[in-house]
């Protein structure tokens, strides 16, 4: 490791700064929308814009306050995103809708949490305690939609909503962080017994046949996702979640091969024996033929309609409120990527990878720094959720990879996504605080002691 | 573990250098397969909500784009919509565009090269591109009469023209239809009034040509008229020829005959002149002509007034072409001289065959447009009169207004009559099979010693008496309100 001869900084004003900026994105974005609606300016705008600057100040204050050596550039690429959501949703709300409003309530409430989290948490060491809670957290939240009673039924073919009075949400988005933090805990205690043991093959070290529990574990989990909930593409995300902290953890490539090939393996048998996902196959493969594209359920209408929006975006996109978003079903959640390609274009688009590519390397960063396995796990983990929930979602949108029902971070329409997503930031703020923070040398109260490799 | 930190990360990048390219790939490297793509409807909806341009008769709009809603801006509005239907077309985000809403839609929608400055400084100023407006020959007083002497529930058309000029001076036919009722970008309202409109007998939307300038009709006896001019062009037949005029013609080849009309006065002579033949519109002296000239004179004299031919580039209308058939037997081609059998015409072919004669045998090119405005008024475009084709010598032209002026003043379509102006016309009646049903037809002109207005009116499917009601008289009507403008 290297030693931190610097003093660290905390860079709050850095942070304050970027956030201007980041709110400037989010409110301008939000004035273009009103500029070219019917409706111009209505007090929508004002009582949007005003309510986001102040959770995000009230946000940055926390952070001086609790957490000042986090990462300065987290908190300002998320709030650009979920502004950018919230003009985009608002822009696509039919009169009489309320989608944008009822984002932003939503996205004050994960703020919310998040601050709570950061306030009350105050060090991401002390959820290593929760290892085996999460677990059985994760696994409740897994089955609730299945729960007669709570469960909201068949959305869209997939059964991953509960009910809570007039309320739907998706508990398996919070279910990512559970197992995350479960994988991170276990691993990190783990990790020894898993690296030592084992036969050599090659160059490849094969895991020990007991120690392949908690794989299967994970793969039996997403499996189950797919078969019970029908939604492939939370399965693939637990899944990768699940290999890339197995990998960080041994740094055996051997698991990821042994993954890859259990997901290809579940993937090809889903597809022979699961209407659904082998439509989505179909859907991406065959999308230009007519029997596939007027096919309804299952066809790539939404697919075909997103991709012929974003061609007509172009370069520079037809500007935000001028395009024909509202050709492409689900323009505000699952196809908000091709929402922003048609009006904003190929350049906007690209800044809005670039802002998650951006996002998860803050979040990597964190973990190079962190000082314990388990915070480099969660980190790791976390991150890497981040980025491939990206490319599940925009890949599928772009037709690079067959569609599945992943919301794209903070910018889709959906309060359980951006209240997960925002308590991942929290997480990933506290984690880069104490990785970017003076070496704390309390030890936390009760914490297991751990070693560290580090290289 | 850092190590494998890093590779993770260069994992994540390495799909999101995936991403960048399937991006790239769409928006701009296969952006072009894809907006060609005739599943995309972005192209037809592109200038959808766009302002476009009014179509205006007299002064005033008959079709605009005004205020829209939430969806489009603009949105397409007719006023006095069934009486210009046939005219304006209608535009219709679902079922396309026809008339001049699809015809002119470059000029409507802007898109027209002669507007090329004018989008470019719309880009520069952020305005909504605009298109130009077009205004019409139409004379809405004309159009309105005209629309009304067919009664509700008659199939007919009606045409009148300057035959001069060859300007388009009304032109209207029923059913017509409200094309505000599929111009709602409420889809459900769209599929609804579609609906509704097609459900009306004699209507259907899915027709591209309809009216004045599509239907295709048995022209009857008006075709005696393009008999008459290929007789006296063959240097066969001159204006004191003595014409066969039995009862009856025996078809030759056939077991058929060819009668003149029962209750008429054809039958008061076994030969008869033009004047005779074309007053009282004996049937067999026309034919006896086909016979002896044969199928090629008569097919060239009507391609000349335009069977078979188009209507020139200045009518922005589409529109069917009119058949003299070939190949024919001669029972097909004395019964085709007549006008009946598989012979068709537009209403519009024979207003254009009188225009000619009216013009001293030169047909102009029918025109609708008068001016194409740029929005700033700036004038685009003005068609000038044109000449289409010479269908007959003046002289020969002359001797047939004489003749035509006979019918009206002493003949069959003397209901045409105005005091103290000379109408030249012909009437026709045309057989549908057994039914006792015709299309009952007048076409002239006037005044026929300096043509003003040429008049073509057709009534389908109605008995002898309704059809001599509906034509000659209402042909008057007509002749009076223009000339005394």
Same mark, same amino acid.
Request: hydrophobic share 45%; with cysteine.
């Given at each position: 490791?290297?030693?931190?001869?610097?003093?660290?900084?905390?860079?709050?004003?850095?942070?304050?700064? #970027? +956030? %201007? $900026?980041? =709110?400037?994105? !989010? /409110?301008? &974005?939000?004035?273009?929308? @009103?500029?070219?609606?019917?409706?111009?300016?209505?007090?929508?705008?004002?009582?949007?814009?005003?309510?986001?600057?102040?959770?995000?100040?009230?946000?940055?204050?926390?952070?001086?306050?609790?957490?000042?050596?986090?990462?300065?550039?987290?908190?300002?690429?998320?709030?650009?995103?979920?502004?950018?959501?919230?003009?985009?949703?608002?822009?696509?709300?039919?009169?009489?809708?309320?989608?944008?409003?009822?984002?932003?309530?939503?996205?004050?409430?994960?703020?919310?949490?998040?601050?709570?989290?950061?306030?009350?948490?105050?060090?991401?060491?002390?959820?290593?305690?929760?290892?085996?809670?999460?677990?059985?957290?994760?696994?409740? #939240? +897994? %089955? $609730?939609? =299945?729960?007669? !009673? /709570?469960? &909201?039924?068949?959305?869209? @073919?997939?059964?991953?909503?509960?009910?809570?009075?007039?309320?739907?949400?998706?508990?398996?988005?919070?279910?990512?962080?559970?197992?995350?933090?479960?994988?991170?805990?276990?691993?990190?205690?783990?990790?020894?017994?898993?690296?030592?043991?084992?036969?050599?093959?090659?160059?490849?070290?094969?895991?020990?046949?007991?120690?392949?529990?908690?794989?299967?574990?994970?793969?039996?989990?997403?499996?189950?996702?797919?078969?019970?909930?029908?939604?492939?593409?939370?399965?693939?995300?637990?899944?990768?979640?699940?290999?890339?902290?197995?990998?960080?953890?041994?740094?055996?490539?051997?698991?990821?091969?042994?993954?890859?090939?259990?997901? #290809?393996?579940?993937?090809? =048998?889903?597809?022979?024996?699961?209407?659904?996902?082998?439509?989505?196959?179909?859907?991406?493969?065959?999308?230009?033929?007519?029997?596939?594209?007027?096919?309804?359920?299952?066809?790539?209408?939404?697919?075909?309609?997103?991709?012929?929006?974003?061609?007509?975006?172009?370069?520079?996109?037809?500007?935000?409120?001028?395009?024909?978003?509202?050709?492409?079903?689900?323009?505000?959640?699952?196809?908000?990527?091709?929402?922003?390609?048609?009006?904003?274009?190929?350049?906007?688009?690209?800044?809005?990878?670039?802002?998650?590519?951006?996002?998860?390397?803050?979040?990597?960063?964190?973990?190079?720094?962190?000082?314990?396995?388990?915070?480099?796990?969660?980190?790791?983990?976390?991150?890497?959720?981040?980025?491939?929930?990206?490319?599940?979602?925009?890949?599928?949108?772009?037709?690079?990879?067959?569609?599945?029902?992943?919301?794209?971070?903070?910018?889709?329409?959906?309060?359980?996504?951006?209240?997960?997503?925002?308590?991942?930031?929290?997480?990933?703020?506290?984690?880069?605080?104490?990785?970017?923070?003076?070496?704390?040398?309390?030890?936390?109260?009760?914490?297991?002691?751990?070693?560290?490799?580090?290289? | 573990?850092?190590?494998?930190?890093?590779?993770?990360?260069?994992?994540?990048?390495?799909?999101?250098?995936?991403?960048?390219?399937?991006?790239?790939?769409?928006?701009?490297?296969?952006?072009?397969?894809?907006?060609?793509?005739?599943?995309?409807?972005?192209?037809?909806?592109?200038?959808?909500?766009?302002?476009?341009?009014?179509?205006?008769?007299?002064?005033?709009?008959?079709?605009?784009?005004?205020?829209?809603?939430?969806?489009?801006?603009?949105?397409?509005?007719?006023?006095?919509?069934?009486?210009?239907?046939?005219?304006?077309?209608?535009?219709?985000?679902?079922?396309?565009?026809?008339?001049?809403?699809?015809?002119?839609?470059?000029?409507?929608?802007?898109?027209?090269?002669?507007?090329?400055?004018?989008?470019?400084?719309?880009?520069?100023?952020?305005?909504?591109?605009?298109?130009?407006?077009?205004?019409?020959?139409?004379?809405?007083?004309?159009?309105?009469?005209?629309?009304?002497?067919?009664?509700?529930?008659?199939?007919?058309?009606?045409?009148?023209?300057?035959?001069?000029?060859?300007?388009?001076?009304?032109?209207?036919?029923?059913?017509?239809?409200?094309?505000?009722?599929?111009?709602?970008?409420?889809?459900?309202?769209?599929?609804?009034?579609?609906?509704?409109?097609?459900?009306?007998?004699?209507?259907?939307?899915?027709?591209?040509?309809?009216?004045?300038?599509?239907?295709?009709?048995?022209?009857?006896?008006?075709?005696?008229?393009?008999?008459?001019?290929?007789?006296?062009?063959?240097?066969?037949?001159?204006?004191?020829?003595?014409?066969?005029?039995?009862?009856?013609?025996?078809?030759?080849?056939?077991?058929?005959?060819?009668?003149?009309?029962?209750?008429?006065?054809?039958?008061?002579?076994?030969?008869?002149?033009?004047?005779?033949?074309?007053?009282?519109?004996?049937?067999?002296?026309?034919?006896?002509?086909?016979?002896?000239?044969?199928?090629?004179?008569?097919?060239?004299?009507?391609?000349?007034?335009?069977?078979?031919?188009?209507?020139?580039?200045?009518?922005?209308?589409?529109?069917?072409?009119?058949?003299?058939?070939?190949?024919?037997?001669?029972?097909?081609?004395?019964?085709?001289?007549?006008?009946?059998?598989?012979?068709?015409?537009?209403?519009?072919?024979?207003?254009?065959?009188?225009?000619?004669?009216?013009?001293?045998?030169?047909?102009?090119?029918?025109?609708?447009?008068?001016?194409?405005?740029?929005?700033?008024?700036?004038?685009?475009?003005?068609?000038?009169?044109?000449?289409?084709?010479?269908?007959?010598?003046?002289?020969?032209?002359?001797?047939?207004?004489?003749?035509?002026?006979?019918?009206?003043?002493?003949?069959?379509?003397?209901?045409?009559?105005?005091?103290?102006?000379?109408?030249?016309?012909?009437?026709?009646?045309?057989?549908?099979?057994?039914?006792?049903?015709?299309?009952?037809?007048?076409?002239?002109?006037?005044?026929?010693?300096?043509?003003?207005?040429?008049?073509?009116?057709?009534?389908?499917?109605?008995?002898?008496?309704?059809?001599?009601?509906?034509?000659?008289?209402?042909?008057?009507?007509?002749?009076?309100?223009?000339?005394?403008?």
């Amino acid at each position: 490791m290297i030693l931190a001869i610097t003093t660290p900084k905390p860079r709050r004003n850095v942070e304050l700064v #970027l +956030l %201007v $900026l980041a =709110l400037a994105v !989010g /409110i301008g &974005a939000s004035a273009m929308v @009103g500029l070219n609606s019917p409706a111009a300016f209505d007090s929508d705008f004002w009582f949007q814009s005003s309510l986001l600057v102040v959770a995000a100040f009230a946000f940055h204050m926390i952070l001086r306050f609790r957490a000042k050596y986090a990462d300065p550039i987290i908190l300002p690429i998320v709030v650009a995103l979920n502004g950018l959501g919230l003009a985009l949703i608002h822009r696509m709300d039919q009169p009489g809708e309320d989608t944008g409003n009822n984002q932003l309530r939503w996205t004050l409430l994960a703020m919310a949490v998040s601050i709570i989290v950061i306030w009350f948490l105050k060090d991401h060491r002390l959820l290593r305690r929760f290892t085996f809670i999460s677990l059985a957290a994760s696994a409740i #939240l +897994l %089955v $609730l939609p =299945l729960v007669p !009673g /709570i469960s &909201a039924g068949e959305v869209l @073919g997939a059964s991953v909503w509960i009910r809570i009075g007039p309320m739907t949400f998706q508990p398996g988005e919070i279910a990512k962080i559970t197992l995350a933090i479960f994988f991170a805990g276990y691993l990190s205690s783990n990790r020894d017994l898993i690296l030592l043991a084992g036969r050599k093959i090659g160059p490849m070290q094969l895991p020990r046949f007991k120690d392949l529990g908690p794989m299967i574990t994970a793969w039996l989990v997403s499996i189950g996702i797919l078969v019970f909930q029908r939604d492939l593409g939370t399965s693939i995300l637990f899944f990768g979640l699940f290999i890339v902290i197995i990998y960080v953890a041994t740094s055996r490539i051997s698991w990821v091969v042994i993954g890859v090939a259990l997901i #290809l393996g579940g993937g090809f =048998l889903a597809s022979r024996f699961f209407s659904h996902v082998a439509f989505r196959l179909d859907s991406w493969w065959n999308a230009f033929t007519p029997e596939v594209f007027d096919r309804s359920p299952g066809g790539s209408g939404q697919i075909v309609q997103g991709l012929f929006g974003m061609a007509d975006g172009g370069l520079g996109g037809t500007g935000l409120g001028q395009g024909r978003p509202d050709l492409v079903p689900f323009a505000n959640s699952d196809m908000i990527v091709a929402l922003i390609g048609e009006e904003l274009g190929l350049i906007g688009l690209f800044a809005v990878v670039m802002l998650y590519m951006l996002l998860f390397t803050r979040g990597f960063r964190a973990a190079l720094g962190a000082r314990d396995a388990f915070g480099k796990l969660l980190a790791c983990g976390l991150s890497f959720a981040i980025a491939l929930q990206c490319f599940v979602v925009i890949g599928g949108v772009t037709r690079l990879i067959p569609l599945t029902g992943l919301t794209t971070p903070f910018l889709a329409a959906g309060g359980s996504s951006l209240l997960a997503n925002w308590i991942i930031v929290g997480l990933l703020l506290m984690i880069s605080n104490t990785a970017r923070g003076p070496v704390d040398t309390t030890p936390v109260t009760h914490a297991p002691t751990e070693a560290v490799q580090t290289s | 573990m850092n190590h494998s930190i890093r590779n993770a990360w260069m994992a994540a990048v390495a799909m999101f250098a995936l991403l960048f390219g399937a991006i790239s790939y769409v928006q701009v490297i296969g952006a072009g397969d894809l907006n060609d793509n005739p599943w995309n409807q972005r192209a037809v909806l592109a200038n959808y909500c766009n302002d476009r341009g009014a179509i205006i008769v007299g002064g005033k709009p008959i079709a605009e784009s005004v205020a829209g809603d939430e969806t489009c801006k603009y949105q397409r509005s007719y006023a006095q919509p069934e009486l210009y239907a046939g005219i304006t077309g209608y535009f219709s985000r679902t079922y396309g565009s026809t008339g001049l809403e699809q015809q002119l839609r470059d000029e409507l929608a802007g898109s027209s090269d002669q507007l090329f400055l004018d989008r470019v400084s719309q880009i520069f100023l952020g305005s909504q591109p605009k298109g130009a407006s077009v205004e019409l020959t139409l004379d809405p007083v004309i159009q309105k009469l005209a629309y009304d002497l067919i009664p509700d529930g008659q199939r007919g058309s009606i045409v009148v023209t300057n035959p001069k000029t060859g300007a388009i001076i009304a032109m209207v036919s029923k059913p017509s239809y409200d094309p505000n009722l599929i111009a709602t970008h409420d889809p459900a309202k769209e599929k609804a009034g579609y609906d509704q409109i097609n459900q009306v007998p004699g209507i259907n939307l899915n027709q591209s040509v309809s009216g004045p300038t599509g239907e295709l009709l048995a022209p009857g006896s008006v075709f005696k008229l393009v008999d008459t001019a290929a007789a006296l062009s063959s240097g066969k037949y001159n204006k004191d020829s003595v014409l066969p005029n039995p009862d009856s013609l025996p078809l030759p080849g056939s077991s058929a005959s060819l009668p003149n009309y029962a209750g008429g006065n054809c039958s008061t002579r076994n030969t008869a002149d033009f004047p005779f033949a074309l007053e009282q519109s004996c049937n067999t002296p026309f034919a006896s002509i086909a016979l002896d000239l044969g199928q090629q004179a008569i097919a060239d004299q009507a391609s000349k007034f335009g069977f078979g031919q188009d209507f020139g580039d200045q009518l922005k209308l589409q529109s069917a072409v009119s058949i003299f058939p070939k190949n024919l037997d001669q029972a097909a081609l004395a019964q085709s001289a007549v006008g009946q059998r598989d012979v068709r015409a537009t209403p519009l072919q024979i207003a254009m065959m009188t225009a000619a004669i009216a013009n001293k045998g030169v047909q102009m090119k029918p025109n609708l447009i008068k001016t194409v405005r740029a929005p700033d008024l700036r004038v685009i475009s003005e068609p000038k009169a044109e000449a289409l084709r010479t269908s007959t010598t003046p002289d020969i032209a002359s001797q047939i207004t004489q003749w035509m002026t006979d019918v009206v003043s002493q003949g069959i379509a003397s209901g045409a009559a105005v005091p103290g102006v000379q109408v030249a016309g012909k009437t026709g009646t045309a057989q549908l099979g057994d039914s006792g049903l015709n299309n009952s037809w007048f076409t002239g002109f006037a005044p026929a010693n300096d043509p003003q207005v040429a008049v073509t009116i057709v009534m389908e499917g109605v008995d002898v008496s309704t059809g001599a009601k509906l034509t000659s008289p209402n042909a008057k009507k007509i002749f009076e309100a223009v000339l005394n403008k």
